[in-house]
């Protein structure tokens, strides 16, 4: 069974910085994608950064130029470095995997900014 494990939540001032990471129980490799969604309370989820195998990663327009994802050097792991932080990037930050017709995600990971 794959298993999607987060890591890196928590408490951040506005303007501060955040490195989520996603660890998998299988290769990093089998998957077509992997990325980071976020769900606040009330609201469905939403993506807010893909990283495709051998493509360009798409960002959520409310995050381009402040998250970047990618896979983390020696690791079998994908990050979500976020610079910049505000009170709206708060919620649950999912990762999610997908490999060919099944979807995978973690148990989520709590991230909240606020002063």
């Known amino acids: 069974q794959v298993q999607l494990m987060e890591s890196g939540g928590g408490l951040v001032q506005p303007g501060g910085s955040l490195r989520l990471s996603c660890a998998a129980s299988i290769t990093i490799s089998r998957f077509d994608e992997m990325g980071w969604y976020r769900q606040v309370p009330g609201n469905q989820r939403e993506m807010v950064a893909v990283?495709?195998?051998?493509?360009?990663?798409d960002y959520a327009d409310v995050v381009k130029g402040r998250f970047t994802i990618a896979k983390e050097s020696g690791k079998n792991s994908v990050y979500l470095q976020m610079n910049s932080l505000s009170p709206e990037d708060t919620g649950t930050y999912y990762c999610?995997?997908?490999?060919?017709?099944?979807?995978?995600w973690g148990q989520g990971t709590q991230v909240t900014v606020s002063s």
């Open positions: 990283r495709y195998v051998g493509g360009i990663p």
């Open positions: 999610h995997a997908r490999d060919g017709g099944n979807d995978y």
